[in-house]
């Protein structure tokens, strides 16, 4: 049974700093894995999705990475920004189609 | 081309009144998913429907929860007789086709039971 875990559970940091969210799970057998930004009572927003073939994707000063035969990710998040503050999911597209959603990470960055 | 569309955005309903949640999916996508996201959880994957199928509902209760998505209008997940423990956010995200493609999710439905 696939399980997605998210470290930490939450984060503060001073704007600007450069910050790393951590992702697993369980199951290596995946099609994809997506990172999520969701503000506090707010819907979903994609901000990058990985095959299962790619190593990393990148958008802006996002940058996610993909090393599927440890069952890990990282979202690094460059010269961070108060509006960066939100909660981060990591969710996995398991071979059955379904995703997998990690608990997130609340994000505060500090002006 | 509009995203996912859900309405009602909140809903509130008393103990034991039905809630009806509705889906639009994106134009040309004949998948679409729900999902819950209980207060401190994460979301959970719920049921999977294709037009007039329901494909995979392993994630659904198996009581007072039903899903449907019909030939023509949006996909409708119901909640008989609800309870304070279904107060939660339901998300639905529609797909162009199953395996393999990404999933795009609506703002979601909060809903409270008083």
């Known amino acids: 049974k696939q399980e997605v875990t998210q470290i930490p559970a939450a984060l503060s940091v001073p704007e600007g700093e450069n910050l790393v969210l951590n992702c697993s799970f369980t199951d290596s057998a995946i099609y994809n894995l997506q990172w999520f930004r969701q503000d506090p009572g707010k819907g979903l927003t994609s901000l990058l999705l990985i095959q299962s073939s790619q190593r990393e994707q990148t958008s802006g000063r996002l940058n996610a990475s993909l090393d599927k035969s440890s069952g890990r990710s990282t979202l690094y998040i460059a010269a961070s920004q108060p509006g960066d503050s939100a909660t981060y999911l990591c969710?996995?597209?398991?071979?059955?189609?379904?995703?997998?959603f990690g608990k997130g990470t609340r994000l505060h960055i500090l002006p | 081309n509009a995203g996912v569309m859900q309405n009602p955005r909140h809903l509130v309903r008393r103990r034991g009144q039905e809630a009806r949640l509705r889906c639009s999916p994106m134009k040309g996508h004949s998948h679409v998913y729900w999902y819950r996201q209980l207060p401190e959880e994460g979301l959970k994957f719920m049921v999977y429907l294709q037009k007039e199928n329901i494909i995979d509902e392993s994630g659904m209760p198996k009581e007072r929860f039903s899903a449907e998505f019909p030939k023509e209008g949006p996909s409708i997940l119901r909640i008989q007789q609800v309870v304070r423990g279904d107060s939660a956010a339901y998300f639905c995200?529609?797909?162009?086709?199953?395996?393999?493609?990404?999933?795009?999710f609506g703002p979601g439905t909060r809903l409270t039971v008083l």
């Open positions: 969710a996995v597209m398991n071979r059955d189609d379904k995703i997998i």
């Open positions: 995200a529609s797909s162009p086709q199953g395996i393999n493609n990404e999933q795009f």
